[in-house]
């Protein structure tokens, strides 16, 4: 059983910044990629940014140069720096996380609202 608890987010204007936090607890012996996706409202599910546990990250292209994704192994934290957001930055960011054993698993969803 695992648990993603999220925090962060929230309204900004655009230009602002935001960082969110995502822990993962319970079976998280095999964790290997942790990270974010949102979703704007009628659109798809899309990659924001994932890191690995070696340190490895992706980032989507509307992003890159924005934000900035961090790690802590020992805690199964993650972190995401959002600098300089859009409007189109607005959507509902869900943290991830992929087991080698045990599948993905998905946070409850942080709204992120970015006023022009």
């Known amino acids: 059983q695992v648990q993603l608890v999220e925090s962060g987010g929230g309204l900004v204007q655009a230009g602002g910044s935001l960082r969110f936090l995502c822990v993962a607890s319970?079976?998280?012996?095999?964790?290997?990629?942790m990270g974010w996706y949102r979703q704007a409202p009628g659109k798809q599910r899309d990659l924001v940014a994932v890191?690995?546990?070696?340190?490895?990250?992706n980032y989507a292209d509307s992003v890159k140069g924005r934000f900035t994704i961090s790690k802590d192994n020992t805690k199964n934290t993650v972190w995401l720096q959002m600098n300089s957001l859009k409007p189109e930055d607005t959507a509902v960011y869900y943290c991830t996380a992929i087991f080698l054993s045990l599948g993905s698993y998905w946070g409850q969803g942080t709204q992120v609202t970015v006023s022009s």
């Open positions: 319970g079976s998280t012996s095999s964790l290997n990629v």
């Open positions: 890191i690995t546990s070696g340190g490895s990250t």
